[in-house]
Nanobody, 126 residues
Framework: QVQLVESGGGLVQAGGSLRLSCAAS????????MGWFRQAPGKDREFVAG????????AYADSVKGRFTMSRDNAKNTVYLQMNSLNSEDTAVYSC???????????????????WGVGTQVTVSS
């Protein structure tokens, strides 16, 4: 089992950047594929980015491709989401998620993940 805690959210102006972090408990972090999801007010939770066990494979939603970068540091049990060129449509609660996986695999669907953090608020002002 793994527990996830997100940090790094906040208020930023349009065009600005933020880096989110997700710290995981446990000694088996490197065996989990990780993902970032977000939920805007009145909308369903949606996939943002996913990463494989070693970080060699990533996937992004079309809406963030080229602006967001997901990475992981297995020595620190942490995944990151670097968000650049933010706009008002990026305003949401961002949550990280984890699931056991095999090497080279990432996941993009909500129900693929077993463990979730509570999320961190990102607000982009125009």
């Amino acid at each position: 089992q793994v527990q996830l805690v997100e940090s790094g959210g906040g208020l930023v102006q349009a065009g600005g950047s933020l880096r989110l972090s997700c710290a995981a408990s446990g000694r088996t972090f490197s065996t989990y594929a990780m993902g970032w999801f977000r939920q805007a007010p009145g909308k369903d939770r949606e996939f943002v980015a996913g990463i494989s066990l070693g970080g060699g494979r990533t996937a992004y939603a079309d809406s963030v491709k080229g602006r967001f970068t997901m990475s992981r540091d297995n020595a620190k049990n942490t995944v990151y989401l670097q968000m650049n060129s933010l706009n008002s449509e990026d305003t949401a609660v961002y949550s990280c998620a984890a699931r056991p996986a095999t090497r080279g695999t990432y996941y993009t669907r909500l129900y693929d993940y077993n463990y979730w953090g509570v999320g961190t608020q990102v607000t982009v002002s125009s």
